[in-house]
């Protein structure tokens, strides 16, 4: 039944509007690099500003929207209308909550993979690759090259992370929210605005209690000490990997204790 | 084994109780009318049973299993809204109900498509409120359910519908299941009911076969119904 509830909460949230807004930047994403082909007229150089601004624009919104329709789906789909056929649904609340969270992390990797392949053709160009290369290779020739490669992963992961608590103190906020009888929008973002900007500034505080011991002014050709750089990386992940957790138990507790539709 | 018991159940929203310890028990085979006014706390009720809201306390059972999985698997439930997401199609929504519902029999529901003159293809959001309510209706009585909810079918449309809706309920239900009609509409019902809970102010005020009250009182439920909540 979850892989039944993922496919349609999926379809969902990746509906025409973000089929639209990927086709959208695909034809910037292209336009971009064909007028800079052209001769660098006065004319030319206008357009080219212009695109890169929409670009930059069709970049922001796609993941605004991707978080919208995200949250805009848990609201839609267990607090309003449609709510009375999801909660009748033969299914339980664990499957309800985990097939919007996994259709949610899937839907944000895919818009963060493909506006990234945007950003890398444009920015970096026809000799994008050979530009990563070199920059990896500078990270070798900092660090060693083990810790090259576990600094990328690290750093992936700790952008994903994050990601994911933006999503989750939103769900958040949602599932609390909609608890009360009254005003249930305002106190569903009151709430999620809240716990992320109370989260961030414990980590804040975290990350500059450790830059208290740690030796953040020996920086040697544009990176710090490889110390450094492991115990700041190592505390935002598991910070992060705690919040989201933490986030994630706690919604679904309170969820599995039953809803008010309206 | 009664199919469904509710034990005590009260329910309040801002400190007003809308259920106060209902009490009541549902048989198997019996069409049942759960008949009261305008803010009664009928479908208030009804969504507890569907596990929609949160009772204050109390306990529903279904075949003595608290609502939960096996509940839905077997209660079909129409509610006073259209809960269909609008921008499918009627031939998608049709294999969203046969995805999750064992019970769902989609040659029937496909039937009686036909006999409404009614696109398989056509979006929802595209259809009048009235098809949409029918398009409800056929998706609920598609399943074979031990249990039929319907909340108000009969409110806000015309007498030819009503008939429809009426036709389809009697025609469709799986032989031996139970119906649960909650309506104010009570003269257009009366005639397929076994049996009648008068529901007021939170309050079951009766609960009585329908034969049994009409040679009682000597009259229809409808007469019955106006005497009692008289304004």
Same mark, same amino acid.
């Given at each position: 039944?979850?892989?039944?509830?993922?496919?349609?909460?999926?379809?969902?949230?990746?509906?025409?509007?973000?089929?639209?807004?990927?086709?959208?930047?695909?034809?910037?994403?292209?336009?971009?690099?064909?007028?800079?082909?052209?001769?660098?007229?006065?004319? +030319?150089?206008?357009?080219?500003?212009?695109?890169?601004?929409?670009?930059?624009?069709?970049?922001?919104?796609?993941?605004?929207?991707?978080?919208?329709?995200?949250?805009?789906?848990?609201?839609?789909?267990?607090?309003?209308?449609?709510?009375?056929?999801?909660?009748?649904?033969?299914?339980?609340?664990?499957?309800?909550?985990?097939?919007?969270?996994?259709?949610?992390?899937?839907?944000? !990797?895919?818009?963060?993979?493909?506006?990234?392949? @945007?950003?890398?053709?444009?920015?970096?160009?026809?000799?994008?690759?050979?530009?990563?290369?070199?920059?990896?290779?500078?990270?070798?020739?900092?660090?060693?090259?083990?810790?090259?490669?576990?600094?990328?992963?690290?750093?992936?992961?700790?952008?994903?992370?994050?990601?994911?608590?933006?999503? *989750?103190?939103?769900?958040?906020?949602?599932?609390?929210?909609?608890?009360?009888? /009254?005003?249930?929008?305002?106190?569903?973002?009151?709430?999620? !605005?809240?716990?992320?900007?109370?989260?961030?500034?414990?980590?804040?505080?975290?990350?500059?209690?450790?830059? /208290?011991?740690?030796?953040?002014?020996?920086?040697?050709?544009?990176?710090?000490?490889?110390?450094?750089?492991?115990?700041?990386?190592?505390?935002?992940?598991?910070?992060?990997?705690? *919040?989201?957790?933490?986030?994630?138990?706690?919604?679904?507790?309170?969820?599995?204790?039953?809803? /008010?539709?309206? | 084994?009664?199919?469904?018991?509710?034990?005590?159940?009260?329910?309040?929203?801002?400190?007003?109780?809308?259920?106060?310890?209902?009490?009541?028990?549902?048989?198997?085979?019996?069409?049942?009318?759960?008949?009261?006014?305008?803010?009664?706390?009928?479908?208030?009720?009804?969504?507890?049973?569907?596990?929609?809201?949160?009772?204050?306390?109390?306990?529903?059972?279904?075949?003595?299993?608290?609502?939960?999985?096996?509940?839905?698997?077997?209660?079909?439930?129409?509610?006073?809204?259209?809960?269909?997401?609008?921008?499918?199609?009627?031939?998608?929504?049709?294999?969203?109900?046969?995805?999750?519902?064992?019970?769902?029999?989609?040659?029937?529901?496909?039937?009686?498509?036909?006999?409404?003159?009614?696109?398989?293809?056509?979006?929802?959001?595209?259809?009048?409120?009235?098809?949409?309510?029918?398009?409800?209706?056929?998706?609920? +009585?598609?399943?074979?359910?031990?249990?039929?909810?319907?909340?108000?079918?009969?409110?806000?449309?015309?007498?030819?519908?009503?008939?429809?809706?009426?036709?389809?309920?009697?025609?469709?239900?799986?032989? @031996?299941?139970?119906? !649960?009609?909650?309506?104010?509409?009570?003269?257009?019902?009366?005639?397929?009911?076994?049996?009648?809970?008068?529901?007021?102010?939170?309050? !079951?005020?009766?609960?009585?076969?329908?034969?049994?009250?009409?040679?009682?009182?000597?009259?229809?439920?409808?007469?019955?119904?106006?005497?009692?909540?008289?304004?």
């Amino acid at each position: 039944m979850l892989g039944k509830l993922f496919k349609y909460d999926f379809k969902w949230i990746n509906n025409k509007v973000m089929f639209i807004y990927y086709s959208v930047f695909l034809i910037i994403t292209i336009l971009v690099k064909v007028i800079e082909s052209f001769e660098q007229t006065i004319l +030319m150089v206008v357009v080219d500003k212009i695109l890169s601004g929409m670009f930059i624009s069709c970049f922001i919104s796609i993941i605004i929207t991707c978080f919208m329709r995200i949250w805009a789906r848990f609201i839609d789909n267990f607090y309003k209308d449609s709510s009375y056929l999801t909660h009748t649904l033969p299914v339980t609340k664990d499957e309800l909550f985990n097939s919007k969270v996994l259709a949610s992390i899937a839907s944000l !990797i895919i818009a963060i993979i493909i506006v990234l392949l @945007g950003a890398f053709y444009v920015f970096l160009g026809d000799n994008g690759f050979d530009t990563l290369k070199i920059m990896y290779q500078s990270l070798i020739d900092a660090y060693n090259s083990i810790f090259a490669f576990i600094f990328v992963i690290g750093l992936i992961l700790l952008v994903l992370l994050e990601v994911l608590f933006f999503m *989750f103190s939103g769900i958040f906020g949602i599932i609390i929210g909609h608890r009360f009888n /009254n005003y249930k929008m305002f106190k569903s973002i009151a709430i999620g !605005i809240g716990s992320y900007l109370l989260l961030s500034i414990i980590m804040f505080v975290i990350l500059s209690l450790i830059g /208290n011991y740690a030796d953040i002014n020996n920086i040697v050709d544009g990176f710090p000490p490889l110390n450094t750089v492991k115990v700041f990386g190592c505390v935002g992940i598991i910070a992060y990997l705690v *919040f989201d957790i933490a986030y994630y138990f706690m919604a679904k507790n309170i969820f599995n204790k039953g809803v /008010n539709v309206d | 084994m009664d199919l469904l018991e509710i034990k005590n159940l009260t329910k309040s929203f801002d400190n007003k109780k809308i259920l106060k310890g209902i009490n009541l028990k549902i048989n198997s085979g019996k069409i049942v009318g759960l008949l009261g006014k305008n803010g009664a706390g009928k479908s208030t009720l009804i969504k507890i049973i569907n596990d929609l809201l949160i009772p204050d306390s109390g306990k529903v059972l279904f075949e003595g299993k608290e609502i939960g999985v096996y509940s839905k698997e077997h209660i079909s439930y129409l509610p006073e809204r259209t809960y269909l997401d609008k921008s499918m199609k009627v031939n998608d929504v049709i294999n969203f109900f046969s995805d999750f519902y064992k019970d769902f029999d989609k040659k029937r529901a496909y039937a009686l498509l036909k006999k409404l003159d009614l696109d398989a293809d056509s979006r929802i959001i595209k259809m009048s409120k009235g098809m949409q309510e029918k398009l409800q209706l056929i998706l609920v +009585m598609s399943r074979d359910a031990s249990l039929y909810v319907l909340d108000e079918p009969l409110s806000g449309v015309d007498p030819a519908t009503r008939d429809y809706i009426l036709d389809t309920i009697l025609s469709n239900f799986k032989e @031996g299941a139970s119906i !649960i009609i909650s309506t104010h509409l009570i003269s257009d019902v009366e005639r397929i009911l076994d049996d009648v809970v008068f529901i007021d102010n939170g309050k !079951i005020v009766l609960s009585s076969s329908a034969d049994e009250l009409r040679k009682k009182e000597k009259a229809s439920i409808d007469e019955v119904f106006r005497r009692m909540f008289k304004c």
